[in-house]
């Protein structure tokens, strides 16, 4: 089966989307969704040189994502009002460093996105010898609030999912 369906869970998400970008579940375009859902995950998989990511919690990520989607809204605005404030000289705009303990590539690659699609931070670098996180807070009022909250509501997560 691996060899026909590299990753079933890839293959079906593949299927559902294109289902819903047709806005269509006629024979048609169930059997084109899944000739793509089959032959995609194949073309790819080269391109996958460790392997398609072994996701061992799928209710967690997608847990981890709806926190995230809600922290991302939520910094939308507070960034918002920051800018548009007529008090924004008093910006305490710094690079924090965050020690980390995920070494897993995908695992560490969701982190970045999740951490630069939120305004108000930006993922510099992976700081060499010492795996820390180079970040850079726009309004920093608490360099351990950061700490902790990458630590546990980002990084703990994603060591469990990315096992």
């Not at 996701?55 to 989607?69: D, N």
């Not at 965050?98 to 510099?124: E, F, H, K, M, Q």
Request: net charge positive; hydrophobic share 50%.
């Amino acid at each position: 089966m691996k060899r026909w369906l590299p990753s079933p869970m890839i293959s079906c998400v593949l299927l559902l989307f294109w289902l819903l970008l047709n806005e269509s579940v006629e024979p048609a375009q169930i059997l084109l969704g899944a000739m793509l859902a089959v032959v995609v995950p194949l073309l790819t998989q080269p391109l996958q040189p460790l392997g398609y990511p072994k996701v061992a919690k799928p209710f967690l990520l997608l847990r981890l994502l709806g926190m995230a989607l809600i922290e991302i809204i939520r910094s939308c605005f507070n960034v918002s009002r920051l800018i548009l404030s007529p008090r924004n000289d008093k910006l305490n705009s710094q690079f924090i460093r965050i020690p980390l303990d995920i070494r897993n590539p995908y695992g560490l690659a969701l982190l970045s996105c999740l951490i630069n699609s939120t305004p108000g931070t930006v993922w510099v670098e992976i700081l060499p010898g010492n795996h820390e996180l180079s970040l850079h807070v726009f309004d920093l009022h608490d360099e351990q609030w950061w700490v902790n909250t990458i630590k546990t509501q980002y990084e703990k997560p994603l060591i469990e999912i990315f096992k």
